[in-house]
């Protein structure tokens, strides 16, 4: 089938076009300057604006899948990470809104509609919450930045299931991958032997292997009973102390150095949200289809990436 990508080019998009074209579709990333980039075999660039369907709409027409990924990065990229300022968190918002309303007029233009219509969104959708409670698609949205940009995000394209496309909304948590994403630097204080709690270190860490996150992507275009919200994320979250644990063993670093909540918030700003907040985030939809983790466990996960 032919599967269009929005944000192919970013960590989680490069692997899935690469994984859908291995399996033998034809998979059509939307890119503003595609001639940038070398493509794997069976992927091809096409232009967009990142805000309308013109120069690329006809290619939905008859299409099986359209995966929205687009939008700019949370964490942005180096260390420390570019602040939240009033600026940064429009574009984060913008341009979130802007693909989603492009993909819409897309659908709405085609006479043949796409089968599915994936929209990525984010785990943050539930909040900054403290306690233990385990928290599954039936949760309620949350409070916080993060949260009121993922539910904007969501409802870009929710129009089309008006018109009949299934449509299903995955919210990601932490994506563990060398290439790019909060991985690499989680690591850089262990790197100088100063990893260790963050805050209290009792947040919950939500996370998924990055094969695993593609493996889900693959499993929900394909499942026809996939509908709605799903959590992408490993079975057994950790809280980031634990996680710290895992990650200082497998890379053979201490684990101890706490870094206080103040230092955090001095040098990150609002942004420090990311790291001393969470939830106990659990995939109970995507189980009840069915799929199953290849990399459920933290241990397991950092030894693929790491050795």
């Given amino acids: ?56 709409g006809h290619l939905v027409e008859g299409a099986g899948a359209i995966v929205n990924l687009a939008g700019e990065s949370i964490g942005g990229h180096g260390f420390p990470p570019p602040r939240w300022t009033a600026e940064r968190k429009q574009r984060i918002l913008q341009s979130r809104v802007n ?16 089968g599915v219509v994936i929209q990525a969104s ?26 009121d940009v993922t539910e904007v995000w969501e409802a870009s394209t929710a129009a089309v299931e008006a018109m009949g496309v299934r449509r299903v909304v995955t919210r990601t948590g932490m994506v563990l991958s060398l290439e790019s994403g909060a991985l690499p630097q989680t690591m850089l204080p262990y790197k100088f032997f100063a990893g260790g709690p963050l805050g209290s270190g009792d947040q919950w860490w939500p996370w998924i292997h990055i094969e695993d996150e593609v493996r889900a992507l693959c499993f929900l275009i394909n499942n026809q009973a996939a509908g709605g919200a799903f959590n992408l ?11 710290g644990k895992v990650l200082g063993h497998v890379m053979g670093r201490p684990s101890f150095v706490p870094t206080p909540t ?30 199953s983790f290849k990399y459920p466990e933290a241990h397991e996960a950092l030894l693929d990436l790491l050795n």
């Fill in 1 to 56: 089938m032919r599967i269009i990508i929005t944000g192919g080019s970013g960590l989680i998009g490069s692997k899935l076009s690469r994984n859908l074209a291995t399996d033998g579709h034809e998979v059509i990333v939307l890119s503003r300057s595609p001639q940038k980039y070398t493509f794997p075999p069976g992927v091809t660039g096409a232009a967009w604006d990142g805000q309308t369907a013109v120069g690329w």
């Fill in 99 to 114: 693909a989603g309303n492009a993909v819409t007029a897309a659908v709405e233009m085609a006479a043949h509609k796409p």
């Fill in 122 to 147: 984010g785990i943050d959708y539930y909040g900054n919450i403290t306690s233990d409670a385990e928290i599954t698609e039936a949760a309620p949205k949350g409070e916080g930045f993060l949260s």
């Fill in 233 to 243: 994320c490993t079975p057994h979250p950790l809280q980031q102390k634990q996680f």
């Fill in 262 to 291: 103040f230092a955090l918030k001095l040098m990150l700003g609002d942004m420090a949200a990311i790291v001393l907040h969470g939830r106990r985030a659990l995939p109970s939809r995507l189980l009840a289809l069915g799929f």
